[in-house]
């Protein structure tokens, strides 16, 4: 009896600890519902021009389309707030771009993984689109602004009130948010990973905010949430696509015929079959990316979907769209100094690199031209943020060359960096095997 009881035991406990485990495991929270709620209480203006938008872009689905009318991609140019308390972890220019790069897998890959059993016993594979949009960070901004700016605040932690978006409250203005989506990385309190405000809001407030620790696929990004799609849910928000559930109304529809009705949203992986509790119990799209469920159970948009994203950058979204020359994906060719509301301790030179060839199959050069000579080195992530290359520069000459071999590198794509003193250089690789 002493021995079974001790058996007993031991597994109550093994299941205490894995309960806590799951009770500390982070869940993602968005915020949208409630600032768009917020944004539209009391303010009939606001409400009108909503409701024009949603009556236009209707008329747009109303048209016969099929997936040969959206081959054509376009850009569009992001600029990044990364606004941090002095001393405390946040994104880097890296981070960033691996941010950029899965918004391009997720908007503009054409390639859609199905991994879940829904997707062809409910059909729901058939109604699977890909939106063929791509981000960048944009060239020629106003005033030289950089596309990447660091903002050190006062401010540990922002609320979901729209203050981070004022520098005169901490935060960092936007910059002409009706050509460029402004995007605004910081701490944010409660457990909440981010909101977008959907179209037809005020122009002061327009743009996305996101937890710096639901950004990017490494650096500060925490697992499950490391694939860099808490993003790509809040630029679905705000290209006008509606959550597959409503906090306000249960059971509500999101305006889009082919995605079915979910009462809540959905954490965690869901194995078949999961079931609404709305009227007549429809199979749950848990894999949409307008769910909420882990990264890795996140991928596909609908016909429908893109449709209606499609109508909105047509009509209240059409100034964000641009020409792919606007666009610069090498840091390397970008203004990138850090601007500060309290000290100006970040603020570096940019060194110029040249990789070629770009892409490249077996071997490359990187030559760099520093501003002044010093010690440093080279490093060279992957697009997970491991470290694949690392070597020192020659600390007494301003013209730096070196000669990598890539052959043992899988395909994707690699981020340079090259630290000398103050310095600082940045260039984006391709790796391409046959």
């Known amino acids: 009896m002493r021995l079974s009881n001790l058996i007993i035991t031991f597994f109550l406990f093994i299941g205490t600890i894995v309960s806590a485990q799951e009770l500390r495991r982070p869940y993602r929270i968005f915020k949208t519902q409630e600032v768009n709620y917020n944004i539209r209480k009391n303010n009939r203006e606001i409400i009108n021009e909503q409701n024009k938008i949603e009556s236009n872009v209707r008329d747009f689905e109303r048209r016969r389309f099929s997936k040969e009318d959206f081959r054509s991609k376009d850009y569009v140019g992001i600029i990044f707030h990364i606004v941090y308390y002095p001393g405390s972890t946040h994104p880097n220019e890296e981070q960033v771009l691996s941010q950029i790069e899965a918004l391009n897998r997720d908007f503009g890959n054409n390639r859609i993984q199905i991994n879940h059993p829904a997707d062809t016993l409910e059909g729901f594979v058939k109604n699977a689109d890909v939106i063929n949009l791509l981000f960048c960070l944009p060239k020629n901004l106003p005033r030289n602004e950089p596309p990447i700016r660091f903002i050190a605040s006062d401010v540990k ?42 179209p037809g809001g005020p122009d002061i407030t327009d743009g996305i905010v996101i937890d710096y620790r639901f950004f990017g696929t490494f650096g500060t990004t925490i697992p499950p949430y490391n694939e860099g799609k808490t993003l790509t849910h809040l630029i679905g928000s705000y290209m006008g696509l509606y959550e597959l559930w409503n ?27 999961h079931v609404s509790t709305c009227e007549n119990r429809p199979a749950e799209m848990v894999m949409n990316f307008m769910d909420n469920t882990d990264d890795s159970g996140m991928y596909m948009f609908t016909m429908g979907q893109k449709i209606r994203g499609v109508g909105m950058l047509a009509g209240p979204r059409k100034g964000i769209l641009t020409q792919q020359t606007q666009c610069s994906q090498s840091l390397s060719t970008l203004n990138l100094v850090s601007e500060s509301n309290i000290t100006n301790n970040d603020i570096k030179s940019v060194i110029n690199i040249k990789a070629f060839p770009n892409p490249a199959q077996r071997q490359l050069v990187l030559e760099a031209h520093l501003n002044e ?26 013209a730096q060359s070196f000669f990598i071999q890539t052959e043992g590198w899988a395909s994707g794509s690699y981020f340079v ?11 984006h690789l391709v790796i391409v095997k046959n």
């Open 373 to 398: 000579a010093g010690s440093g080195n080279v490093l060279v992530y992957n697009s997970i943020g491991t470290v694949v290359y690392s070597t020192s520069i020659d600390p007494f000459a301003t």
């Open 247 to 273: 906090e306000y109304a249960p059971c509500s529809d999101d305006y889009v015929k082919d995605t079915p009705i979910h009462n809540a949203p959905n954490f965690s992986q869901y194995p078949y079959r």
């Open 417 to 427: 960096k090259l630290v000398a003193g103050n310095q600082q250089g940045y260039c």
């Open 157 to 198: 932690e922002w609320k979901a009130d729209d203050a981070i978006k004022f520098s005169d409250k901490g935060g960092a203005d936007p910059i002409n948010p009706k050509k460029y989506l402004n995007i605004w990385v910081a701490k944010l309190v409660d457990g909440v990973s981010g909101y977008a405000q959907m």
